[in-house]
């Protein structure tokens, strides 16, 4: 809370707008998994090679030649390097001519498939986007989606500091600036981590009310989630019961500012959840299109849904369904599926050649009735010959 080292830099000219790195954690948790994946590949390459059983062990070298393998993975990320060009010099001049000739080829091979595909089969290709299009529960790092890209003021905000962050203001920060994280602004900030006394300031210095961040999260659900957020069995944050002012007083004061009671969470919060799920997926509640009188409700706080109502609220929006999530397909009951289809093709098959032939046949007996059988074939002699033949002449003396 430096405040005079503020204003001496804001003085001197320092840009107030500037932020922190932004986290992508989606992409952080996909390099993580693909260097413990390289990692686990080197260790059973070694121990392949030394033809290792159940009780091999790796040396030391060995176990360090992974981790650089693995961390390689996570600084280049997500230009991955390739285990086979392991100890060759690369070519960047030659390489990247070839490397744009094979992605033009393959864009038009990809071109060329889809173009057959949707001639040839236009409703087996809408299946697939039916099922492309079919949305999955999200992950925890994607409910995450990303963090950091704090501004000066942000920082301040977090932590309670409000000589600090009026110092900045009045240097020219923007009181509604987002975070590059999550989109996440000063007041919404503010109330999230209990600051209710700054957040009433910021309020009447003319921060935004509806300020939402990229999970729909508003200061009005904010107050609400800090003053009944769910407990683990270790130490929480307790800013909000050290503020003179009560979870009540900020939740009137948002309210006659314009706060909308209606808006919706767009996912469920990660940060409700404390390594298990409290109130998240395991205890049956997904906030996914909850809104401040949901969650008021959630808590049986009364006198919050009375008070939501006075200013117009619904009590009759629900949450939305999550997604759920898939059982994977049991290769045997597919095949099981596709013996069963192809059986019903061959006696379709049938039956159709059967109907063929029978027409044929009666279209040949309409024609000429004494030349076709049952079978459509001929039933009367060729010629005279063939039927002289058959006599009997025995009985009668030559002439």
């Given at each position: 809370n430096r405040v005079e080292a503020?204003?001496?830099?804001?003085a001197s000219g320092a840009d107030p707008s500037i932020s922190s790195s932004a986290v992508n954690v989606v992409e952080q948790s996909d390099a993580d998994r693909a260097a413990e994946r390289r990692l686990s590949q080197f260790l059973a390459e070694f121990k392949e090679k030394e033809g290792g059983g159940t009780d091999w062990q790796p040396a030391p070298s060995q176990v360090r030649a992974a981790i650089l393998a693995s961390r390689e993975i996570q600084r280049k990320w997500p230009d991955v390097p390739s285990p086979d060009d392991d100890g060759k010099e690369e070519d960047?001049?030659?390489?990247?001519?070839?490397?744009?000739?094979?992605?033009?080829?393959?864009?038009?091979?990809?071109?060329?498939?889809?173009?057959?595909?949707?001639?040839?089969?236009?409703?087996?290709e809408g299946q697939e986007d039916e099922k492309e299009e079919e949305p999955k529960?999200?992950?925890?790092?994607?409910?995450?989606?990303?963090?950091?890209?704090?501004?000066?003021?942000?920082?301040?905000?977090?932590?309670?500091?409000?000589?600090?962050a009026v110092a900045l203001i009045d240097g020219g920060a923007d009181i509604n600036q987002p975070s590059g994280g999550d989109q996440t602004q000063p007041l919404l900030i503010a109330t999230i981590n209990g600051q209710f006394d700054l957040a009433l300031t910021l309020l009447a210095r003319g921060?935004?009310?509806?300020?939402?961040?990229?999970?729909?999260?508003?200061p009005l659900f904010a107050v609400l989630e800090r003053q009944w957020a769910?407990?683990?069995?270790?130490?929480?944050?307790?800013?909000?019961?050290?503020?003179?002012?009560?979870?009540?007083?900020?939740?009137?004061?948002?309210?006659?500012?314009?706060?909308?009671?209606?808006?919706?969470?767009?996912?469920?919060?990660?940060?409700?959840?404390?390594?298990?799920?409290?109130?998240?997926?395991?205890?049956?509640?997904?906030?996914?299109?909850?809104?401040?009188?949901?969650?008021?409700?959630?808590?049986?706080?009364?006198?919050?849904?009375?008070?939501?109502?006075?200013?117009?609220?619904?009590?009759?929006?629900?949450?939305?369904?999550?997604?759920?999530?898939r059982r994977r397909d049991d290769p045997a009951e597919e095949k099981a599926e596709?013996?069963?289809?192809?059986?019903?093709?061959?006696?379709?098959?049938?039956?159709?050649?059967?109907?063929?032939q029978e027409a044929e046949g009666q279209v040949a007996s309409s024609i000429n009735p004494k030349m076709a059988n049952a079978e459509g074939e001929s039933a009367e002699p060729e010629s005279e010959e063939e039927e002289e033949e058959e006599k009997d002449y025995s009985g009668i003396p030559p002439v």
């Open positions: 503020i204003r001496v830099l804001l960047e001049g030659g390489e990247g001519s070839n490397e744009d000739e094979a992605v033009e080829s393959d864009d038009e091979t990809e071109t060329e498939v889809d173009t057959e595909s949707a001639d040839d089969k236009p409703e087996e529960p999200l992950s925890y790092a994607q409910l995450v989606g990303s963090w950091g890209g704090l501004t000066a003021l942000l920082h301040a905000v977090r932590q309670g500091h409000t000589e600090a921060a935004d009310p509806n300020g939402m961040s990229l999970a729909g999260t508003t769910p407990r683990a069995s270790y130490a929480h944050p307790t800013e909000h019961e050290q503020q003179e002012s009560t979870y009540l007083e900020v939740l009137r004061a948002l309210l006659a500012a314009g706060a909308d009671p209606d808006m919706r969470l767009k996912t469920h919060l990660w940060f409700m959840e404390y390594t298990f799920s409290v109130l998240g997926r395991a205890g049956g509640a997904n906030l996914r299109g909850a809104t401040p009188f949901w969650r008021a409700a959630y808590a049986l706080d009364v006198d919050a849904m009375r008070l939501l109502m006075d200013y117009g609220a619904d009590p009759n929006i629900p949450t939305m369904k999550p997604p759920q999530r596709v013996e069963k289809e192809a059986e019903g093709e061959e006696s379709q098959k049938a039956e159709e050649t059967g109907e063929q």
